[in-house]
């Protein structure tokens, strides 16, 4: 028979009893504590569900598989969801409360001019019903070079353009992606898991600018200059462009302000603004003549970009210089 119960011994049968309510409906009950209420025993190598609950048209609504697993609703509303009770008790799948890109040891670095990789000992992915995957021990490498999965997601080479580092997900194997896109990259076929976790300039040569990347905030190797002996008297507009992607929420910059005429640089000062309005740093004045190595009077600032790859300056008086290089930036 194919459907059957199997009592094992005469004491079962004392200490058990079964009631039929009906064709398919009855109740068990036993009385001593050490007793299993019911043994549901599989062949070997069993590969059907050990059990399941059928609706009307015979498909299985919740189971238990071969290898004991509990699936509560169809397959796919478990997958990285928990089961939450409403006002009456009620359980339903609901997504994970988790932040998209939330990592642990997050680093997105050079590796070579066509190469990047990608590490982190945790970071959170999502699919585009905010169904969240943790992925662990991350260790990809992108490729500027090929198409797909671990390289990019579409079109060719670009130089003088920003590309986004993306981590992704197919279900079974962690990947990463090259995209233009900041917010929605081509997927290759069967990856619907998505996080960015960085950004990489290819430049003019198409090559990748070298960085290394801790969490969301990237540093140079080696700083570049934004501009050269600004003359600018009211706030100016800086482009940095090719210095921080469009994303980037605040640059981080090495300035100073230096002229010729001493008896203006003593009261000489340069500002800088994340807008064109507000000053949220001066630099004073410095004789260009005494300073010539920049070294010995330039500050290093973290400033905010309210508009994308953008910064301001001023200087008050005619006499001075400004000087800007970037050797950073941070991306949401």
């Given at each position: ?32 504590t ?8 599989a ?22 598989n071969s ?17 939450k009770?409403d ?12 932040i998209?890109g ?13 190469q ?11 699919d ?8 662990t021990s ?9 198409s ?11 130089s ?19 995209s ?12 619907t ?27 140079y ?16 507009s ?50 260009k ?23 301001y ?12 290089y970037?050797s950073?930036y941070t991306?949401?």
């Open positions: 028979m194919k459907n059957r119960f199997v009592l094992y011994g005469a004491v079962f049968l004392f200490l058990c009893s079964v009631a039929l309510y009906g064709a398919d409906v009855f109740k068990i009950d036993w009385t001593a050490t007793d299993k209420g019911l043994v549901i025993k062949p070997a190598s069993q590969s059907a569900n050990l059990q399941e609950w059928q609706d009307s048209s015979g498909s299985a609504v919740s189971s238990v290898s004991g697993q509990i699936t509560l609703g169809d397959s796919s509303k478990g997958v990285n969801k928990f089961l009770s006002s009456n008790g009620l359980g339903s799948w609901s997504a994970m409360y988790t998209t939330a990592a642990k040891n997050l680093v997105v670095k050079y590796d070579s001019a066509t990047v990789i990608v590490t982190a000992d945790e970071i959170v992915l999502k585009s019903s905010n169904v969240s995957y943790f992925a991350v260790n990809v490498t992108a490729a500027i070079t090929s797909g999965a671990n390289g990019l997601d579409t079109g060719s080479e670009a003088s353009t920003w590309y986004y580092v993306w981590v992704i997900y197919n279900g079974t194997t962690v990947a990463s992606l090259l233009t896109s900041a917010t929605a990259p081509t997927m290759p076929s069967g990856y898991y998505k996080v960015r976790a960085g950004s990489v300039y290819n430049d003019a040569s198409s090559n990748f600018e070298r960085f290394y990347q801790i969490d969301r905030t990237a540093y190797y080696a700083y570049s200059s934004a501009l050269s002996a600004g003359s600018a008297t009211v706030m100016t800086v482009s940095l462009t090719a210095l921080v992607p469009p994303i980037a929420v605040s640059a981080i910059i090495m300035a100073y302000c230096a002229g010729d005429d001493v008896s203006q640089i003593l009261a000489g000062m340069c500002s800088i603004g994340y807008d064109g309005t507000n000053s949220i740093a001066f630099l004073r004045g410095r004789y003549s005494t300073y010539t190595c920049k070294s010995k009077d330039t500050q290093t600032l973290t400033v905010p970009l309210a508009t994308a790859q953008t910064i300056y001023s200087n008050n008086s005619a006499y001075l210089d400004f000087y800007l970037v950073g991306i949401p």
